[in-house]
């Protein structure tokens, strides 16, 4: 969403910037001449609060030789919202104002002065209303993410978001040729995805609750019923429903094939319980995502640092092609 001017970057690829409150993941992807994509490198790094963001923020562009790179800087999902409507019966110049007053009573700030972006939804096998996702953010939210990352020395051509980074890795996968859903949970939010082919279908928001979610590692041990606290029990049930109605949407309204498998993004904590907590009570295959086996890579990504890392890789496999 929202693409920049654009001119020649000093350095081949992408550059992409998940920024947190008290850090910041980089990633640089770059593709071969058949269009294969290659990750050069990527890293997280923890930081005191915003002011300290930006002084090591800048300090990785220029030890990294990076200063002038196209970049793709990442909201997180707790940052804007991602509501899905009819869309307006208006030209296609004149959908992302349309969309702004389709969505003014969904949102709980101004849309007057809000970044307002739209992307379409596939259509399913029938004849359907066309669906288009709509994206809004406070306009200061993407001033603050601009100001910031181009005082690194990067060059901002866009601001994207985590439904389409994470499109963009469920894109890796094989499972995405028969439809595939992915989970990511971190500790502001959670979303889930279901693509198909590279396009993006179906994006869910989760309740992600990272402490309580450890307590479920559990399971994993081969306990018939874990001693789980009530409210980790309702974060799995929250977990498990969500998912299954994901699905059932999925393969029913939108009238798709059947989902092949549910694939978890590796966390930050580990809660290997979920995997065995989602396979039991669903009838779709479920698996922790391991990005070396599907992607290039100069560096070994350790499940920790996929888990810290997987946004921002999925930001810089973004094409420049892609409209949103």
Same mark, same amino acid.
């Given at each position: 969403?929202?693409?920049?001017l654009?001119?020649?970057?000093?350095?081949?690829?992408?550059?992409?910037?998940?920024?947190?409150p008290?850090?910041?993941?980089?990633?640089? /992807?770059?593709?071969? #001449?058949?269009?294969?994509?290659?990750?050069?490198?990527?890293?997280?790094?923890? &930081?005191? *609060?915003?002011?300290?963001v +930006?002084?090591?923020? #800048? +300090?990785?562009?220029?030890?990294?030789g990076?200063?002038?790179?196209? &970049?793709?800087?990442?909201?997180?999902?707790e940052?804007?919202?991602?509501?899905?409507i009819?869309?307006?019966?208006v030209e296609?110049?004149?959908m992302?104002?349309a969309a702004?007053?389709?969505?003014k009573d969904?949102?709980?700030?101004?849309?007057?002065? =809000? %970044? @307002?972006?739209?992307? *379409?939804?596939p259509?399913?096998?029938? %004849?359907?209303?066309?669906?288009?996702y709509?994206?809004?953010?406070?306009?200061?939210?993407?001033?603050? =993410?601009?100001?910031?990352?181009?005082?690194?020395?990067?060059w901002?051509?866009? @601001?994207?978001?985590?439904?389409?980074?994470l499109r963009?890795v469920?894109?890796l996968?094989?499972?995405?040729?028969?439809?595939? /859903?992915?989970?990511?949970?971190?500790?502001?939010?959670?979303?889930?995805t @279901?693509?198909?082919?590279?396009?993006?279908?179906?994006a869910?928001?989760?309740?992600?609750?990272? *402490?309580?979610?450890?307590?479920s590692v559990?399971?994993?041990?081969?306990?018939?019923?874990?001693?789980?606290s009530?409210?980790?029990?309702?974060?799995?049930?929250?977990?498990?429903l969500?998912?299954q109605?994901?699905?059932d949407y999925?393969?029913h309204?939108?009238?798709?094939?059947?989902?092949?498998?549910?694939?978890?993004?590796?966390?930050?904590?580990?809660?290997?319980g979920?995997?065995?907590?989602? +396979?039991?009570h669903?009838?779709?295959?479920?698996?922790?995502?391991?990005?070396n086996?599907?992607?290039?890579?100069?560096?070994?990504?350790t499940?920790?640092?996929?888990?810290?890392?997987?946004?921002?890789? *999925?930001?810089?496999?973004r094409?420049e092609?892609? #409209?949103?």
């Amino acid at each position: 969403m929202l693409s920049l001017l654009k001119r020649r970057s000093k350095t081949d690829g992408i550059i992409s910037v998940y920024l947190e409150p008290a850090g910041f993941s980089l990633a640089h /992807a770059t593709r071969d #001449a058949t269009g294969s994509p290659r990750l050069e490198f990527c890293m997280y790094e923890d &930081c005191s *609060g915003p002011s300290q963001v +930006a002084r090591a923020l #800048a +300090a990785a562009v220029r030890e990294n030789g990076l200063v002038g790179t196209r &970049c793709v800087g990442l909201l997180r999902p707790e940052l804007y919202s991602l509501r899905q409507i009819d869309a307006p019966p208006v030209e296609a110049g004149e959908m992302r104002e349309a969309a702004r007053w389709s969505v003014k009573d969904l949102v709980d700030f101004p849309v007057e002065d =809000a %970044a @307002i972006d739209v992307f *379409g939804v596939p259509s399913g096998g029938h %004849a359907r209303e066309k669906r288009i996702y709509v994206v809004a953010t406070p306009s200061a939210v993407v001033k603050d =993410a601009v100001d910031l990352i181009e005082s690194s020395g990067l060059w901002l051509t866009a @601001i994207d978001i985590t439904e389409l980074a994470l499109r963009n890795v469920a894109a890796l996968l094989p499972e995405d040729q028969r439809s595939v /859903a992915l989970m990511f949970l971190s500790a502001g939010a959670g979303v889930l995805t @279901i693509t198909h082919r590279g396009s993006l279908y179906l994006a869910r928001r989760l309740h992600s609750e990272l *402490g309580l979610l450890a307590e479920s590692v559990a399971y994993e041990s081969g306990e018939a019923k874990p001693d789980l606290s009530e409210e980790a029990e309702q974060i799995l049930k929250s977990l498990l429903l969500e998912t299954q109605r994901s699905i059932d949407y999925y393969e029913h309204q939108l009238e798709q094939g059947p989902v092949s498998a549910l694939v978890l993004v590796p966390l930050e904590i580990p809660v290997s319980g979920l995997r065995r907590y989602l +396979a039991t009570h669903l009838s779709v295959d479920v698996s922790v995502l391991e990005l070396n086996g599907v992607l290039k890579s100069n560096q070994s990504l350790t499940p920790a640092l996929q888990a810290r890392c997987l946004t921002a890789i *999925g930001a810089a496999l973004r094409r420049e092609c892609d #409209a949103a």
